[in-house]
């Protein structure tokens, strides 16, 4: 299976701050990634699917970027609802993998 | 907008089947694909398997041939049993919506079920 590794685990910011959360594949992606955010208790939420595309409904200050093995997701300036665990799926090689996340915490 | 609901038994006995359904409500079940993703407490997430309407499905080589994943169109719901089940099955259980293959964009989910495998 391709090892998906997120970094860093858990991140510090205030409102405001632009955050980016890396993730690196053990083989290359292409763009098949997706970047999902789970709050406590809830289920995960689709936020950007190929790489870069940005789900519908989703604001516009999430983007996400990279090809082959490493992937950035970007929230241009952090609102108190972004407070989450952040997670990165590969969809290139059966079966799809998930990054073990990132949690988004205030600083 | 679709709605998925997971339902079943929140506690299993070790050895034995965990079974689960999933009611679709807000759109039909004959398109897409349905999967199953779990989430041991505190951890992260682990794709299933999936089905169509059609019941072609498939699972994640990991959990070898314990897994089981059946449709009912009529009812709007696909199932999913686990069998001979030990304490590392402890997790929560989501259904989802995959519109691409089975495995790769969940764009609509459950809101999970707890199962704990406890005697």
């Known amino acids: 299976d391709i090892q998906m590794t997120q970094s860093p685990s858990t991140l510090s910011a205030s409102v405001g701050d632009r955050v980016t959360i890396t993730c690196r594949a053990s083989q290359s992606l292409n763009s098949w990634l997706a970047w999902y955010q789970q709050k406590p208790g809830k289920a995960p939420k689709l936020l950007i699917y190929k790489a870069s595309s940005l789900e519908n409904g989703v604001p516009s200050r999430f983007s996400g970027s990279g090809s082959g093995t490493q992937f950035t997701l970007t929230i241009s300036s952090l609102q108190p609802d972004d407070f989450a665990t952040y997670f990165c799926?590969?969809?290139?090689?059966?079966?799809?993998?998930f990054g073990q996340g990132t949690q988004v915490e205030i600083k | 907008q679709v709605q998925l609901q997971e339902s079943g038994p929140g506690l299993v006995k070790p050895s034995e089947t965990l079974s689960l359904t999933c009611t679709v409500s807000g759109g039909s079940i004959t398109s897409y694909y349905w999967s199953w993703i779990r989430q041991p407490p505190g951890k992260g997430l682990e794709w299933i398997g999936y089905?169509?309407?059609?019941?072609?499905?498939n699972h994640n080589p990991s959990l070898k041939s314990r897994v089981t994943i059946s449709v009912d169109t009529s009812k709007s719901q696909f199932s999913l049993k686990l069998s001979s089940v030990t304490a590392a099955d402890t997790a929560v259980y989501y259904c989802?919506?995959?519109?691409?293959?089975?495995?790769?964009?969940?764009?609509?989910w459950g809101q999970g079920i707890l199962v704990t495998v406890s005697s």
């Open positions: 989802a919506r995959d519109r691409l293959s089975g495995w790769s964009t969940f764009d609509h």
């Open positions: 799926q590969q969809y290139n090689t059966y079966p799809g993998t």
């Open positions: 089905i169509n309407y059609r019941g072609s499905t």
